[in-house]
């Protein structure tokens, strides 16, 4: 059968099924004539399935490229044009499943980059309202609570300060309970 896709005459009256059976043997002649017989139908098929010509486009030659491999399964137990409208349905299927299944990632990944832009302007709303209330603070109490908010443990604090550990725990409490009659008498 290589042969008859290579004799020029041969090539034009012989059957699909034969130039499948070639073309599944490797015969890259007998492809070529199955494509020049069958790419322009293959390509209104897909369009008329998916409605959309540039994504038509694209699968038709997604799916020339992937027909060698596919051909060497061709077993000639079906016609030829069968067996390719049911290879073109497929791939319509398996590009309809795969969109479906990145836009329900993306509807969850765009799910998600709400929430989180959402809890970043919290976050930043709680940090400029904090800035603000300390700033409201008197002076000991702002800078003993940007020590301790920095890490620093109340010994450490007292010490960078001049004042005891218990002076430096009571800033802090007394700190806190401001901030927190700040933020009540916001709501």
């Not at 073109?88 to 499943?97: E, L, M």
Request: aromatic share 6%; proline share 1%.
């Amino acid at each position: 059968m290589a042969g008859l896709a290579r004799q020029g005459g041969m090539r034009a009256t012989a059957s699909d099924d034969d130039l499948a059976l070639a073309a599944a043997g490797g015969d890259g002649a007998a492809f070529a004539a199955l494509l020049e017989r069958h790419y322009d139908r293959l390509f209104r098929v897909l369009l008329r399935l998916i409605g959309d010509r540039a994504e038509a486009e694209d699968l038709c030659q997604d799916l020339c490229l992937a027909l060698p491999a596919k051909l060497r399964g061709f077993r000639g137990e079906a016609r030829f044009t069968t067996w390719l409208w049911r290879v073109a349905v497929n791939a319509v299927h398996d590009r309809r499943r795969r969109r479906a299944a990145r836009g329900r990632a993306a509807d969850g990944w765009g799910d998600r980059m709400v929430a989180e832009a959402a809890a970043r302007a919290e976050a930043a709303e709680r940090s400029a309202w904090l800035l603000g209330a300390m700033a409201g603070l008197p002076v000991d109490l702002r800078d003993t609570l940007v020590l301790v908010l920095e890490g620093f443990g109340h010994g450490e604090a007292g010490e960078a300060l001049g004042v005891s550990e218990g002076t430096v725990s009571w800033r802090v409490s007394e700190a806190k309970r401001r901030l927190r009659l700040a933020r009540e008498g916001e709501g």
